[in-house]
T-cell receptor, first 113, second 113 residues
Framework: DAGITQSPRHKVTETGTPVTLRCHQT?????MYWYRQDPGHGLRLIHY???????DKGEVSDGYSVSRSKTEDFLLTLESATSSQTSVYFC????????????FGQGTRLTVV | KNQVEQSPQSLIILEGKNCTLQ??????????LRWYKQDTGRGPVSLTI???SENTKSNGRYTATLDADTKQSSLHITASQLSDSASYIC????????????WGLGTSLAVNP
């Protein structure tokens, strides 16, 4: 798993509550990503980071925010969880933006009830 | 529109048999094409990455081919094993747009004894 740890692995939360998912890496890679995976869709990019305090939006960023105060941690926050955010969330790291490998965490299964 | 389409959607084969999965893409400008294996409940794991100049690349019993002219790729699995049961996802990297990864929906492969 290239030293990537996601927490929690599973979470059930109520609509309207804030939720934070954590991605931790041990290999000091610059680029980190948050994706969501849903049936009928390919992985979709939520937000990404290209360094400490440097983040940008992906294609499905509405309702999500991120923070990266340390190289090793990338946090994804659902400001006010909705049922449409029920999904499996994956964190990924890359060593660059070119023809470089992307390594994924184990995923977090989030259910919003 | 940048798209990646995979076929078949699902496939069942007997252990020991070979199979070929297909990927067609319309991504332009093209940077590279990746094949990932995703086991149930786990994150995707990279099998191969091919750039424009590469026609074929192998990783053990997995062999990927790329025809950049027709924008087609295939993943051939030789002498399948039960552990090959997984989803196989084709991903194309866009050379512009910060090297965005465009994901296919995957082919679900079941290898039966």
């Amino acid at each position: 798993d290239a030293g990537i740890t996601q927490s929690p692995r599973h979470k059930v939360t109520e609509t309207g509550t804030p939720v934070t998912l954590r991605c931790h890496q041990t290999e000091n890679h610059r680029y980190m990503y948050w994706y969501r995976q849903d049936p009928g869709h390919g992985l979709r990019l939520i937000h990404y980071s290209y360094g400490v305090k440097d983040t940008d939006k992906g294609e499905v960023s509405d309702g999500y925010s991120v923070s990266r105060s340390k190289t090793e941690d990338f946090l994804l926050t659902l400001e006010s969880a909705t049922s449409s955010q029920t999904s499996v969330y994956f964190c990924a790291i890359r060593t660059g933006t070119g023809d470089t490998e992307a390594f994924f965490g184990q995923g977090t299964r989030l259910t919003v009830v | 529109k940048n798209q990646v389409e995979q076929s078949p959607q699902s496939l069942i084969i007997l252990e020991g048999k070979n199979c070929t999965l297909q990927c067609n893409y319309t991504v332009s400008p093209f940077s590279n094409l990746r094949w990932y294996k995703q086991d149930t409940g786990r994150g995707p794991v990279s099998l191969t990455i091919m750039t424009f100049s590469e026609n074929t690349k192998s990783n053990g019993r997995y062999t990927a081919t790329l025809d950049a002219d027709t924008k087609q790729s295939s993943l051939h699995i030789t002498a399948s094993q039960l552990s090959d049961s997984a989803s196989y996802i084709c991903v194309v990297s866009n050379a512009g747009n910060n090297r965005k990864l465009i994901w296919g929906l995957g082919t679900s492969l079941a290898v039966n004894p």
